[in-house]
Nanobody, 119 residues
Framework: QVQLVESGGGLVQAGGSLSLSCAASGTIFAMGWYRQAPGKQRELVAGISSLAIAKYTDSVKGRFSISRDNAKNTVYLQMNSLKPEDTAVYYC????????????????WGQGTQVTVSS
């Protein structure tokens, strides 16, 4: 069983920046961030493997950056040039399989952290 502890998030004005971090209780291959806005389906924001292979959804490319510290079992999401449409609850997730990242069937999930971008 892997536990995920998220930190970061909050309220920021449009154009601003926020960072999220997620610490896992053990080593796991695929880690990522998903988000869910009110009335919308959960979507993958970005994911990264322990080999530093990264994947981003198109709407955040060039604005968000995902990274991880394998020694600390921690994944980070740096969010720049934030837009009101980025407002959502952001969830950290992890799974031994990279395929689970793209299918959204990650085995382990964090509790979620709110990101609110005001216009």
């Amino acid at each position: 069983q892997v536990q995920l502890v998220e930190s970061g998030g909050g309220l920021v004005q449009a154009g601003g920046s926020l960072s999220l971090s997620c610490a896992a209780s053990g080593t796991i291959f695929a880690m990522g961030w998903y988000r869910q806005a009110p009335g919308k389906q959960r979507e993958l924001v970005a994911g990264i493997s322990s080999l530093a292979i990264a994947k981003y959804t198109d709407s955040v490319k060039g604005r968000f950056s995902i990274s991880r510290d394998n020694a600390k079992n921690t994944v980070y999401l740096q969010m720049n040039s934030l837009k009101p449409e980025d407002t959502a609850v952001y969830y950290c997730a992890a799974d031994p399989s990279w395929a689970a990242l793209t299918s959204g069937t990650m085995k382990y999930w964090g509790q979620g952290t709110q990101v609110t971008v005001s216009s």
